[in-house]
């Protein structure tokens, strides 16, 4: 139970960080919806750099390049080209999904490298997403870079006739969060399961995306929605460490996705939005020309 | 850059020649003015005067084309707002540069150099505080914006400019969403600024009464030049309208008695939610006759659009009737609204009354792919509704190129005439017109004036819903004016008075034998 | 940008119009391709050798040819399942889920017949291939119209909704044909059973009549977009759902229909790569590569603008890209997932051209300054 309990945490390290680099993408009024293909780039190129240099710290800093690189051009698309962002992501999954396919597939198998040392049985990422949360929420509510990512998000243009760089501050957001995106990606392949195959993700970066919603753009409420995705996740791997034998492995796959369906519709309601407030952000995915 | 001191009637700001172009547009040609400090100097502008630019290139959205701005004599450059901000311009915007989502306080500090890389709120909640009690403002800092009246709103934008030490404030349209008490405060407030030695400049077009009661000096502009300059105390509401339009201006439309028919449209107490699920219609009763004009006065967030929606199917109410020649249709879809006979022209011109990238047939085609007359057995003839739509483009005088065109490509005033004109092709029994004339030129504004009288002459019931009392006062047969979503009494037109309305619009309910 | 006496500047456009958006798509194509060519060379082969083997297997081999129909028929399918909700401005990235859904329904029939118990089985072809191919179209649409209630019911994110089903019956495929599943065939080895020779798909001149049915929609399609009432209501919805409300257009039965529409044929997809496709027969443990092959449908209804007609050439092109693809992949030896590599290149490609849809570069002479004093305007 104990051991289920840390792989559960381990899985919700990786939504928490996934989702967060969203959360602040989003915040600043910028929609990645392929968060899914900015990890499996991550996490190839990450576990390529870490087995061919047998350095982990190599391996995640190549990922949060490689991210925070895709971030960016997610914003030159969607800033200065001023493009459909929903399009830009899905291309920015589909290049992800695709071309991770091809350059990765040399480097099917374990990674084969001894294990990052755990803190209290627990992967480091766990208090590394902690921090995270934490810094995140302090910034975006305490500070003055977090009014300005807020309001760009809200109304660019408000933002612009107080003398905001919008361009600046939602490049600054959509690279930090590509490079977060990045990292999240390699915590799993670098360390939750250091194997690398085929289109292994299987939609973590789209409950990820989901999660955002669920948190109504707070860190907080998205740290407790990932333990739980991240629980009913390991659930769906390991049923019989605690309902063994009621439904097939399979069908047990199928329930965190059910969920995260479930969740989306609850918060859609009526009766949650006037009780909860619409807090997604204004300006979320549109694209914005400055004036001046 | 700021002197030391500023004596009342020193010139602060001036304007030389400036002159502004936009691809096949001469926006401002040759400005020349002075605002002094201490005084508040109108700028009068029908729309299209010129009046937008010169507003953003004072506050350095755009950059002139040829001519100079001089602040306390020196030569000025803005690149940006924060170079105005930066040299103590600030700006009131009509449609409010603010953030509902943040709180007062974060709105004013927000992009204030002076707010700290950790947000000091303690600090600058003390110094607006001691701006709101010199000038006389109320307004709770750790609100949201959301949910702040227009008034309050407008309160916001000026703290948020003084805040940023502004000297000279530029005020967008500062009366046209407020209620007359709250214009009351707005003109004190500003007062003790003048006395403070600032220089107000309000940008106004339609509201001539409050230029006199506001400003002692006008500039006025017509066609992007400067067609006058004059002192309030040397010219009168007329003088001033024939130098904004550069003709005499028919104040009153012609009232004309229409026979009134049996009765159109019953609405018995409504009750309905806004889309935040506030309350926002209670309990409203009345009905429309055919050949009426039924007003509707009130300032914007008083219910007034919550009602038009239900009226024309697009919301459903809470409680009570909606009855339409005698049949309750409270229950009906939006398209049975249509296909009974309701006409409605919206608020929103671009994003609900009509479709930018559609064409201007493809825009017509949303009031008749239901229409059994273009509309056979679910195949749409696009030829015919093609051939209405460029009929209707002349008879209703839309300076467009051709049926063909995009919506989005048509100004202001030709995409109202083009929904009024859809709307009307239908020959609608009840009209519901919201707003049908806001932010319209005069011309623009007369022209769909008339078309709506001539509706009322057709025994149309129709239902109109302003902003602008005098539109409502000289257009309606019975005006009710509305206020936090009742209204405060129904009164026949002939004895609607300018000061009771504009009271009973403001929330007093006189007692019954005031009526 | 100056280039002596011209200027380059990016203009922005009015409208764009139909072969504006052609020649853009095949700029973009071209573009996609040439890019590629880095792929090639880095793996060592001469780009036109191997752009030369994907063609060539794909258009005029005998065996390769075939294949690409087939391909074409899959994709061309895929992209209307895309389409139709595109056109209402909403979109479909669950053509995967419905498709499996589609099959699994199909399959659902014949395993009621008894095709699994026996092979050989000589079942009324006429009663069990239309039951077939209606069950399909009933379990993809079931599926599809999931994620068109919940946005017209409660406006949920159409994105994620049908992103969260493909996953979903991804693993109920994997619970019906592995494992002892229901589906399971008789070799054991994660395939589904095999359809009896009685009830495979009809071949007209050699070639799936599903073919028929594809192009058939492509006309239907055009039709319904030019020249109908529900036509009008789904564009309308998809340019503004505020002003399509306003004009008496459902806010709830758009969303439903065009995901029903979408999921259905979709699920003719499905129908038609595991139960007619000559070879196949079955629903493949390899099922997930055509899930992933539909997102092809994507890139072809964005580059077709969500036009029926303009789809099918674009689709018969990366049918054949993706089939040669394969083909070249294993003759030149190049490390799998090519195709892979391709679809995403062609994708983010294709993107960055979206950009021309909205703007276009203009040559302008540069003699001094023009005069444009014509009109006032405020």
């Known amino acids: 139970m104990w051991e289920f309990m840390v792989r559960s945490l381990d899985a919700s390290t990786i939504f928490t960080i996934a989702a967060l680099s969203e959360l602040l993408g989003q915040r600043s009024g910028i929609l990645n919806v392929g968060v899914e293909g900015v990890m499996l780039f991550g996490a190839t190129i990450g576990f390529m750099v870490a087995q061919t240099t047998g350095s982990y710290l190599l391996g995640f800093l190549a990922a949060m390049a490689i991210g925070g690189l895709i971030g960016l051009i997610h914003g030159f698309f969607s800033i200065t080209l001023g493009s459909d962002q929903v399009v830009n992501g899905m291309g920015i999954w589909i290049l992800g999904f695709g071309l991770t396919t091809y350059i990765g597939y040399p480097y099917t198998g374990p990674l084969g490298m001894e294990r990052i040392p755990d803190i209290l049985g627990l992967s480091p990422f766990f208090f590394v997403g902690l921090a995270l949360i934490i810094i995140a929420w302090f910034v975006l509510t305490k500070t003055s870079l977090g009014l300005r990512i807020r309001s760009v998000g809200e109304n660019p243009s408000v933002a612009e006739v107080s003398g905001i760089n919008v361009a600046r501050t939602r490049y600054l957001s959509v690279t930090t969060s590509g490079m977060l995106m990045g990292f999240a990606g390699a915590i799993y392949s670098l360390d939750y399961n250091p194997v690398w195959s085929n289109d292994f993700l299987m939609g973590w970066g789209f409950i990820a995306l989901a999660l955002v919603f669920f948190s109504m753009w707070h860190p907080f409420i998205l740290l407790g929605g990932s333990i739980l995705f991240g629980t009913l996740w390991q659930l769906s791997l390991n049923p019989q460490l605690v309902l063994p034998d009621v439904l097939s492995r399979y069908i047990w796959r199928t329930v965190p996705f059910a969920i995260t369906i479930g969740v989306l519709v609850l918060m859609s309601t009526k009766w949650f939005s006037s009780r909860w407030g619409a807090a997604k952000p204004e300006a979320l995915g549109l694209p914005y020309e400055e004036k001046g | ?515 | ?378």
């Open chain 3, 1 to 378: 940008m100056k280039l002596g006496s011209f200027e380059v500047k990016l203009e922005k456009r009015v409208a764009l119009r139909g072969w504006e958006a052609t020649l853009i798509s095949i700029f973009a194509i071209l573009f996609a391709l040439v890019v590629f060519s880095y792929i090639f060379l880095r793996a060592g082969v001469d780009p036109l050798t191997g752009y030369k083997a994907i063609f060539s297997y794909a258009f005029t081999s005998s065996f390769g040819l075939p294949l690409t129909i087939n391909r074409f028929i899959f994709l061309l399918l895929c992209t209307y399942a895309f389409i139709i909700p595109m056109r209402a401005g909403l979109w479909n990235i669950g053509m995967a889920g419905q498709l499996y859904a589609g099959a699994l329904s199909a399959f659902a029939v014949a395993y009621a017949f008894g095709a699994k118990t026996s092979q050989n089985a000589v079942l009324p072809a006429g009663l069990v291939i239309p039951l077939m191919i209606a069950a399909a179209i009933l379990g993809s649409a079931a599926i599809g119209a999931i994620a068109g209630f919940l946005k017209g019911r409660f406006n949920t994110n159409e994105i994620v909704v049908t992103m969260m089903i493909n996953f979903i019956t991804y693993w109920v495929v994997a619970r019906m044909i592995k494992e002892g599943g229901l589906f399971m065939g008789a070799s054991g080895e994660g395939d589904g059973f095999k359809l009896p020779e009685s009830i495979y798909a009809p071949l007209i001149e050699g070639v799936p009549f599903t073919l028929f049915i594809a192009l058939g929609l492509a006309l239907l399609l055009f039709f319904l977009f030019a020249k109908t009432s529900i036509g009008y209501q789904i564009k309308a919805y998809g340019k503004s759902p505020a002003a399509a409300k306003y004009a008496g257009i459902s806010p709830f039965n758009i969303p439903l229909l065009v995901f029903i529409l979408g999921g259905l044929i979709a699920g003719l997809a499905g129908y038609h790569y595991f139960a007619a496709v000559p070879g196949v027969y079955k629903i493949t443990k390899n099922y997930g590569e055509f899930g992933d092959l539909a997102f092809y449908g994507i890139i072809c209804g964005l580059i077709s603008q969500g036009n029926s007609l303009a789809a099918i050439p674009i689709a018969l092109l990366f049918g054949g890209l993706t089939n040669g693809g394969r083909f070249a992949q294993g003759k030149l030896k190049l490390g799998f997932g090519i195709d892979y590599a391709l679809l995403g290149v062609l994708m983010i490609t294709l993107v960055a051209f979206q950009f021309f849809y909205r703007y276009r570069i203009v040559w302008v002479r540069t003699p001094g300054k023009e005069a444009s004093d014509v009109g006032i305007h405020g």
């Open chain 2, 1 to 515: 850059m700021l002197p030391e001191s500023i004596k009342h009637g020193d010139t602060v700001l001036e304007a030389r020649g400036i002159t502004k172009r936009f691809p096949g547009v001469l926006a401002n040609d040759q400005i020349d003015f002075e605002i002094k400090a201490g005084e508040i100097h109108a700028i009068l502008g029908e729309n299209g005067a010129g009046k937008t630019t010169l507003m953003n290139i004072l506050f350095g959205l755009h950059q002139p084309d040829e001519g100079e701005l001089y602040l306390y004599g020196k030569k000025v450059n803005f690149k940006s707002p924060l170079d105005a901000i930066g040299l103590g311009i600030g700006m009131v915007h009509q449609n409010r540069k603010l953030i509902p989502a943040h709180t007062v306080i974060e709105n004013i500090i927000l992009g204030h150099p002076r707010a700290g890389a950790i947000l000091n709120l303690k600090r600058a909640g003390r110094e607006i505080t001691e701006l709101c009690d010199k000038y006389g403002f109320k307004i709770d800092l750790k609100a949201k914006v959301w949910q702040l009246s227009e008034g309050e709103k407008q309160v916001v934008e000026i703290l948020k400019a003084l805040y940023r030490g502004a000297k000279i404030l530029i005020l967008d349209e500062p009366t046209s969403a407020l209620a007359p008490p709250e214009i009351k405060r707005l003109l004190d407030s500003i007062r003790i600024m003048t006395v403070d030695e600032l220089a107000i400049v309000p940008f106004i077009t339609h509201k001539l009464p409050i230029v006199f009661e506001i400003s002692e000096r006008v500039t006025v502009l017509r066609r992007g030049r400067v067609s006058a300059r004059l002192a309030t105390t040397e010219t009168t509401q007329k003088g001033l309208a024939r130098e904004m339009v550069g003709r005499d201006v028919i104040f009153r439309m012609e009232q004309m008695t229409v026979e009134k028919g049996k009765s159109i449209l019953h609405a018995e107490n409504l009750v309905a939610f806004n889309d935040k699920g506030v309350l926002a219609l209670k309990d409203v009763s009345f009905s429309v006759q055919e050949g009426e004009i039924f007003g509707i006065a009130g300032v914007s967030g008083n219910g007034q659009q919550v009602l038009a929606e239900v009226l024309a199917g697009l919301r459903k109410p809470q409680g009570g009737k909606v009855i339409l020649d005698g049949a309750d249709i409270t229950h009906s879809s939006t398209l049975d609204f249509w296909m009974k006979g309701i006409g409605y022209i919206p608020s929103e011109r671009i994003d609900v009354g009509s479709i930018g990238e559609f064409s201007l047939a493809e825009n017509f085609t949303m009031n008749y792919y239901f229409d059994d007359r273009f509309s056979r057995g679910g195949i749409v003839d696009y030829k015919e509704i093609r051939r209405l739509t460029e009929q209707m483009i002349s008879e209703y005088d839309v300076a467009a190129p051709g049926p063909d065109t995009t919506a989005k490509s048509l100004s202001g005033g030709n995409l109202q005439k083009l929904i009024l004109a859809r709307v009307l092709s239908r020959k609608p029994r009840l009209l519901i017109a919201n707003l049908p004339t806001q932010g319209l030129d005069i011309g623009a504004t007369e022209f769909v004036q008339k078309k709506i009288m001539e509706a009322k002459k057709e025994k149309a019931g129709i239902l109109l819903i302003s902003e602008d009392l005098d539109e409502v006062l000289s257009l309606s047969d019975r005006v009710a004016p509305m206020y936090e979503g009742e209204f405060m009494g129904i009164i026949p037109g002939g004895e609607a008075r300018r000061e009771l309305v504009g009271a009973m619009m403001a929330g007093l309910k006189p007692k019954v034998e005031q009526l």
